[in-house]
Antibody
């Protein structure tokens, strides 16, 4: 079955680093781009970036200085890491496949001390 | 960045009604416009891709149209399961951007 599932810490302190994993099943990461999107109360849905099937990345300049997307194809996992977190980064983080046809359920992240 | 202006933000309608939701881009997006349905706690579901292509498994009461900067999602006859939030996504150019969403409620 083709699916995506995000896992993450739930609560992160300001200035710390957020790490989220997207585990995929039913397809290979070497065949599809993987996107990251977030939904925050302040800005709604925002595209964060993607990793291509070949492993190169593209980032939204809004996040570029503090965002990193990587993957482990052997584990069928894609990773999002974002540093210097602020309370405004509180929201739901989603991974999505390629042409946005399939999304995970998202993981809620709260940035608070 | 391309701004996507979605309207209306809220829509109250009855079962059987025909409804339309609009997204206006700040520049030409060459029909690279998708529509999604989102229900609370669920993954967004793609309804329409590239303006007017119905996603496999989505009922034919959903349709999309548009070109240039103006795009529309139409639900021809609302069903109870259609009450949800809808949003558009332009994937013509970086950074990809989203509409602000339309919450469709039961009248």
């Amino acid at each position: 079955q083709v699916q995506l599932k995000e896992t993450g810490p739930g609560l992160v302190q300001p200035t710390q680093t957020l790490s989220i994993t997207c585990t995929v099943s039913g397809f290979s990461l070497t065949s599809y781009y993987m996107q990251w999107v977030r939904q925050t109360p302040g800005k709604g849905l925002e595209w964060m970036g993607f990793i291509r099937s070949g492993g190169s990345t593209e980032y939204n300049s809004e996040f570029k200085s503090r965002l990193s997307i990587s993957r482990d194809t052997s584990k069928n996992q894609v990773f999002l890491k974002m540093n210097s977190l602020k309370t405004e980064d509180t929201g739901v983080y989603y991974c999505a496949r390629a042409n946005w046809e399939l999304w995970g359920q998202g993981v809620m992240v709260t940035v608070s001390s | 960045d391309i701004q996507m202006t979605q309207s209306p933000s809220f829509l109250s309608a009855s079962v059987g009604d025909r409804v339309t939701i609009n997204c206006k881009a700040s520049q030409n997006i060459n029909k690279y416009l998708n529509w999604y349905q989102q229900k609370l706690g669920e993954a967004p579901k793609r309804l329409i891709y590239n303006t007017n292509n119905l996603q496999t498994g989505i009922p034919s009461r959903f349709s999309g149209s548009g070109s240039g900067t103006d795009y529309t999602l139409t639900i021809s006859s609302l069903q109870p399961e259609d009450f949800a939030t809808y949003f558009c996504l332009q994937h013509n150019s970086f950074p990809f951007t989203f509409g602000s969403g339309t919450k469709l409620e039961i009248k």
